[in-house]
């Protein structure tokens, strides 16, 4: 089993690899994004508390997500492996979520960051909401979901190098090319 962290800044192409990688490997797909995405669109409780975190772009609190987290893991799963994407987010995520995994006699295979420097980053997303309509991908909120990444997610890739998981790759550029590098790293492990 390949359980796969695809990790990068919002607006960084972990959904378009993910999709990419879920056909070549048979993987299962965890955005927290979309799970939170359909809970807030259908007006459940966990989706309006979601939301106000959300609209601010900040970061849901880790024991909401652990707890989605894990039952979609286990909705999913027997599988060939799942890929998480939007997750962990923070340090005592990735810790909790090598305890949930372990507690199911897996572990996170490899860590794939993909890097693209800010100022893509923010005309992706722009554009991303002039085609999608979703709320969050507008300048300001941009801006501060960037914020937040950098202060408080970006430290996981050294996290997950002390593990020996994390795998760098150039998020920019050629789809295919990015996920030609993505494959090796998986092939790899």
Same mark, same amino acid.
């Given at each position: 089993?390949?359980?796969?962290?695809?990790?990068?800044?919002?607006?960084?192409?972990?959904?378009t690899?993910?999709?990419?990688?879920?056909?070549?490997?048979?993987?299962?797909?965890?955005?927290?994004?979309?799970v939170?995405?359909?809970? @807030?669109?259908?007006g459940t !409780?966990?989706? !309006?508390?979601?939301?106000?975190y959300?609209?601010?772009?900040?970061?849901?609190?880790?024991?909401?997500? @652990?707890?989605?987290?894990?039952?979609?893991?286990?909705a999913?799963?027997?599988?060939?492996?799942?890929?998480f994407?939007?997750f962990?987010?923070?340090?005592?995520q990735?810790e909790?979520?090598?305890?949930?995994?372990?507690?199911?006699g897996?572990?996170?295979?490899?860590?794939?960051?993909?890097?693209?420097?800010?100022?893509m980053l923010?005309?992706?997303?722009?554009?991303?909401?002039?085609v999608?309509?979703?709320?969050?991908?507008?300048?300001e909120? @941009?801006?501060?979901?960037?914020?937040v990444y950098?202060?408080q997610?970006?430290?996981?890739?050294?996290?997950y190098? !002390?593990?020996?998981?994390?795998?760098?790759?150039?998020?920019?550029g050629?789809?295919a090319?990015?996920?030609?590098?993505?494959?090796?790293? @998986?092939?790899?492990?």
């Amino acid at each position: 089993m390949k359980n796969i962290v695809i990790f990068g800044a919002p607006g960084s192409g972990k959904g378009t690899q993910s999709d990419l990688l879920v056909k070549k490997y048979g993987l299962r797909h965890i955005s927290t994004g979309d799970v939170l995405r359909a809970e @807030i669109k259908n007006g459940t !409780q966990l989706g !309006q508390t979601a939301k106000a975190y959300i609209d601010k772009g900040q970061l849901i609190p880790d024991a909401l997500m @652990i707890d989605i987290l894990a039952a979609t893991y286990d909705a999913l799963c027997p599988c060939e492996g799942v890929i998480f994407d939007g997750f962990p987010r923070t340090i005592p995520q990735a810790e909790a979520l090598k305890q949930m995994l372990a507690e199911r006699g897996t572990e996170v295979s490899v860590m794939l960051e993909l890097q693209v420097p800010d100022d893509m980053l923010i005309t992706r997303l722009v554009e991303r909401g002039k085609v999608s309509g979703r709320a969050d991908d507008n300048e300001e909120t @941009i801006k501060a979901r960037l914020q937040v990444y950098h202060n408080q997610t970006s430290p996981l890739a050294q996290w997950y190098e !002390q593990e020996g998981k994390r795998v760098a790759v150039k998020g920019y550029g050629d789809i295919a090319d990015i996920n030609a590098e993505l494959c090796k790293a @998986i092939d790899n492990v």
